[in-house]
């Protein structure tokens, strides 16, 4: 029995030092040997078939930076996060946030990178985790029509405020800046009734305003407005209660603001 058991450890052994041989190989197979035994023409079939599969999926989740990338240079940085990367997860949808992490922890920056490369990443992946959110819109003590000075407003948890040293927004092929501007860029991105994602473009402001919001949130509108005429010392505080009510508008009207607490 002790015999029969020893060779079946070895045999898994053997097993699964072919397996760890055949997927280096498919995942990097400039740099890692063929497996024995195995004709070429077979082992062709699976390194293309995978290497397009995740090369399309996550052309297809990063269409701006494919597009700012000629073939070559595509090609060869999917090769080395195909080759280099080790995903947490067997999900294929959770690809693209691994993608993420190896150009935020693995990529050694190249020539033709743009500056905002991962901040550009990070961009076009919140459009896709925020479309797979799970999170949903508790109505339960909410006024959809109250009164957004006189009570505390209520943000949607598929409302996500992001900073961005860059105008991620903006960059494309014909738009690659070297150097962030002096003012960083604020989005809220959301997801409305329809799941359709948005980005809204805020000043910094408003930026404010949600930030004030989520730090405690029993406070009013006309609260936060309050404590941002403090803070800037505007010489017209009429002008900043105008524009916070405009702002607390705007965001109720794209749904980033579900209502009031009642």
């Known amino acids: 029995m002790n015999n029969v058991t020893a060779s079946n450890t070895t045999d898994n052994h053997v097993f699964q030092q072919h397996q760890y041989a055949f997927t280096a190989h498919i995942r990097d197979p400039e740099n890692q040997a063929m497996p024995a035994g195995i004709e070429d023409r077979r082992m062709a079939i699976y390194r293309e078939l995978l290497f397009n599969n995740i090369n399309g999926f996550i052309a297809d989740n990063f269409p701006v930076i494919r597009e700012i990338y000629n073939d070559e240079n595509w090609h060869k940085m999917i090769r080395d996060f195909y080759a280099r990367h080790h995903s947490h997860t ?103 009734r329809n799941d359709e994602v948005n980005f809204l473009h805020i000043n910094p402001i408003t930026a404010r305003l949600i930030n004030l919001c989520a730090e405690n949130k029993n406070r009013t509108g006309q609260q936060v407005i309050d404590i941002i005429i403090d803070e800037i010392n505007h010489p017209d505080p009429n002008i900043v209660r105008q524009g916070g009510k405009v702002a607390l508008e705007q965001l109720h009207q794209h749904g980033i603001i579900s209502g009031t607490r009642t």
């Open 90 to 192: 067997p999900y294929f949808l959770e690809i693209p946030g691994e993608f993420i992490d190896y150009l935020q922890t693995e990529r050694s920056p190249q020539p033709e990178d743009p500056a905002a490369l991962v901040e550009l990443a990070h961009y076009e992946w919140i459009e896709i985790a925020l479309y797979m959110s799970n999170e949903t819109i508790n109505i339960t003590n909410i006024n959809p029509n109250g009164d957004l000075l006189h009570n505390p407003p209520v943000f949607s948890p598929l409302a996500w405020p992001l900073v961005y040293q860059f105008p991620v927004h903006q960059i494309g092929p014909d738009y690659l800046p070297e150097t962030p501007p002096t003012q960083p860029t604020y989005l809220v991105a959301y997801r409305n």
